[in-house]
C-alpha cells in the first residue's frame, strides 16, 4: 500500500471517534498553550524579583501555580480521555476483524494460520489503535507548540531563532530512502513475529503429543532459531536508526549549547535579564520536545503503516455469499448431478461426475479409502468449497429447491471427525447446536447420541470442558459432539467418523438409536469401516471410487 492509501485507511477506520479524537487534540493543544504562558510567567517572575520590571509579585505567583495546576488536571484529563478512546477503537477493530474472518471464504491449506491472524488481530490492532487515539492528535499539538515556541523565541531574539532552526537536522528524518527502508525491515519483523507466535501457539496447542514424541529439545532449538532470527532483525532496525538519532541529538545539543552562550554573553554585556535567559532555555526546550517528538513519529509511523496493511490483507479476504438463510422446510434430501471438484493446484480430480441423490429421511453410510474424496464431498455439501462442474440442490417432498450455497448452510448439522469441543460447559457446548433448547432437548440429544454417561457426573451439564474437550476420552467427547449436532434445528445431518474412537458395543448403540432419527431426519455417515453398513437398517452403502 501507497501511504497515501494507509492514510485513508485510517481516516476510515476513525469514523465514529473522530470527535473524540479532535477533543483530545484541543485538550492537548490548550495544555501546550498553557506550557508556553507558563514560560512567559516564569520569565516575568525572575524579572520582578531582580528588579529589572514592576509588578505584583503574588499575583504572577498565583498565575505560575494556576499554571501548573491547569497542566497538571489537563495532562490527566488527555490521559483518561485517551485511554478510553483507544481500548474503544481497539475493541471494535478486533470485533470487525474476528466477524470478517469468521465469514470469509474457507481457502482449505491456504487458510492463513491461526497464530498469524492473532498477532495481526492482537499486536496490528493495538498499534493502529495508539496511532490513531495518541500519535494523530499528538503530532497536530506538537506542530502548535513548535510553531508557538519558534514565535515567542522569535519575539525575544529573532537571530537565535533562525540559528536554532538551521541547526536541526530535519531533512535526514524525512529522507525517502530511509522511510522506504524503514518500511521493509518494520514489515520484516512483524512477520517474524507472527511467525514466532504462530510457532507457540501450535506446539503447546499439540505439547501433549510433542512431549509423548520426546520432541521438546527439537522444538525448543527451533523456537530458540526463530527468536534469534527476530533478534537480529531488531538489532538491524536499531543500527539502522541509530546514525539519524545520533545526528538528531547532536543538532539538539547545539542549539541548547547555542541558547546557553548566547544568554551568558547576553548577561555580560547587559542586554539580556535573567528572566530572558531563562525563558531562552525553556524555550529552546519547548522547541526541542516537539522535534524530538516529530523524530520519533518516522519510525513510529512506519510501524503504523506496517500494521495497517497486514490487517488490511485480512480485511481483504473475500467473504461468503451473504443474505437471508434460505430454509427447506420439513425433512430435506440432497440431489447432486455430475459433481467435479478440484483443489487449486492439483491436479488429480477428487470428485469426478458424481452424482447421487440423499433422499428425505434417508441413512446413508459413505465409505471408501482414505483419500478418495470422503471429506471433501463434505466441504462442497456445506458449501465451503465450491465444484467446478456439476452442481448441488437441497430440496424437500414439496417441491421446495435450493442451490446449495453458505445461505443453505442453516439446513445442515455437521459434527467433524475428531474432538471439537470448546472450552466451557457440556451445557454451553451443547447450546452452540441451539441457543435456545430446551433442558428437556438437551437430555434427549444426549441420549440419542449415547452419551448418557453425562448424567452420572456430579454436575452433569455443568461439568467443565477443558481445551479441545481435555478432562473428557476421546469416545465421550465425540458423543457430546454429536449431541450437539442433533440440536441443530437443519434436518441434514453429516457426521464424519463419528464412531472413530468408540468400541463396537458403543458404536452400535450409537448406530441404532440415530437410525430411529431417520423418519424426521436425513443422515449421512462418512467412514472407512465398511461394516458401519451392515450395522444400519434401511440404508444406502455409498462407495467413492478413485
Not at 530572558?276 to 519547548?286: I, K, N, R
Request: with cysteine; glycine share 8%; charged share 20%.
Amino acid at each position: 500500500m501507497h501511504i497515501k492509501e494507509c492514510l485513508l485507511w485510517l481516516w476510515k477506520t476513525s469514523q465514529g471517534i473522530r470527535l473524540s479524537i479532535g477533543w483530545s487534540g484541543g485538550v492537548g493543544i490548550v495544555h501546550a498553550g498553557i506550557s508556553l504562558f507558563f514560560v512567559y510567567v516564569c520569565k516575568c517572575l525572575i524579572d520582578i524579583a531582580t528588579g529589572h520590571s514592576q509588578g505584583n509579585l503574588k499575583l504572577w505567583i498565583g498565575i505560575m501555580l494556576g499554571c501548573m495546576a491547569g497542566q497538571l488536571l489537563l495532562s490527566a484529563f488527555r490521559s483518561q480521555w485517551n485511554n478510553r478512546i483507544e481500548i474503544r477503537l481497539c475493541s471494535r477493530l478486533r470485533q470487525q476483524l474476528f466477524d470478517h474472518l469468521m465469514l470469509s471464504q474457507w481457502k482449505g491449506e491456504k487458510t492463513r494460520h491461526t497464530g498469524d491472524m492473532l498477532n495481526r488481530i492482537e499486536e496490528d490492532t493495538l498499534t493502529v489503535s495508539d496511532a490513531l487515539c495518541r500519535t494523530a492528535p499528538n503530532i497536530v499539538i506538537t506542530f502548535f507548540q513548535l510553531a508557538g515556541s519558534l514565535y515567542f523565541l522569535a519575539k525575544l531574539d529573532v537571530r537565535l531563532t533562525g540559528i536554532l532552526i538551521c541547526i536541526m537536522p530535519l531533512a535526514l528524518l524525512f529522507s525517502k530512502t530511509y522511510v522506504r527502508n524503514m518500511r521493509k525491515i518494520s514489515r520484516d519483523i512483524r512477520e517474524t513475529d507472527s511467525r514466532v507466535q504462530s510457532f507457540l501457539q501450535e506446539h503447546l496447542q499439540h505439547s501433549l503429543l510433542i512431549r509423548a514424541l520426546e520432541y521438546t529439545k527439537q522444538a525448543s532449538c527451533k523456537l530458540t532459531s526463530l527468536q534469534n532470527h527476530l533478534r537480529r532483525q531488531v538489532i538491524h532496525r536499531l543500527n539502522y536508526s541509530t546514525y539519524s538519532r545520533l545526528m538528531v541529538q547532536t543538532g539538539f545539543a547545539t542549539g541548547y549549547a547555542v541558547a546557553f552562550l548566547w544568554g551568558i554573553f547576553g548577561l555580560y554585556e547587559e542586554t539580556v535579564t535573567f528572566g530572558m535567559m531563562t525563558a531562552f532555555l525553556q524555550l529552546v526546550s519547548q522547541v526541542q520536545r516537539p522535534m524530538v517528538e516529530l523524530s520519533r513519529q518516522i519510525p513510529a509511523s512506519i510501524r503504523v503503516f506496517t500494521s495497517v496493511e497486514r490487517l488490511n490483507e485480512l480485511y481483504a479476504l473475500p467473504l461468503e455469499k451473504q443474505g437471508s438463510p434460505i430454509r427447506i422446510e420439513g425433512c430435506a434430501g440432497i440431489r447432486i448431478r455430475e459433481l467435479s471438484f478440484t483443489y487449486p493446484g492439483g491436479r488429480r480430480k477428487v470428485l469426478d461426475h458424481f452424482s447421487h441423490d440423499f433422499t428425505p429421511g434417508s441413512l446413508t453410510v459413505i465409505v471408501g479409502e482414505t483419500g478418495v474424496g470422503k471429506s471433501t464431498l463434505v466441504r462442497l455439501l456445506l458449501s465451503l468449497l465450491s465444484p467446478q462442474e456439476g452442481n448441488i440442490t437441497l430440496y424437500n417432498h414439496l417441491g421446495q429447491e435450493a442451490s446449495a450455497s453458505p445461505l443453505t448452510r442453516c439446513n445442515l448439522s455437521y459434527v467433524p471427525q475428531g474432538n471439537s469441543l470448546i472450552s466451557g460447559s457440556i451445557r454451553e457446548n451443547l447450546l452452540m447446536g441451539n441457543p435456545q433448547a430446551s433442558e428437556a432437548s438437551l437430555r434427549a440429544a444426549l441420549h440419542a447420541a449415547a452419551a448418557d454417561f453425562v448424567f452420572q457426573m456430579p454436575e452433569e451439564l455443568d461439568t467443565p470442558c477443558g481445551e479441545r474437550g481435555s478432562g473428557f476420552s476421546e469416545g465421550q467427547a465425540q458423543r457430546i459432539a454429536i449431541a450437539r449436532g442433533l440440536l441443530r434445528p437443519g434436518s441434514i445431518l453429516l457426521l464424519d467418523e463419528p464412531s472413530s474412537a468408540l468400541d463396537a458395543a458403543t458404536e452400535e448403540l450409537l448406530l441404532n438409536r440415530l437410525s430411529a432419527l431417520v423418519h424426521h431426519k436425513t443422515l449421512l455417515l462418512i467412514t472407512h469401516r465398511e461394516h458401519l453398513a451392515q450395522l444400519c437398517t434401511s440404508s444406502l452403502s455409498l462407495k467413492i471410487e478413485k
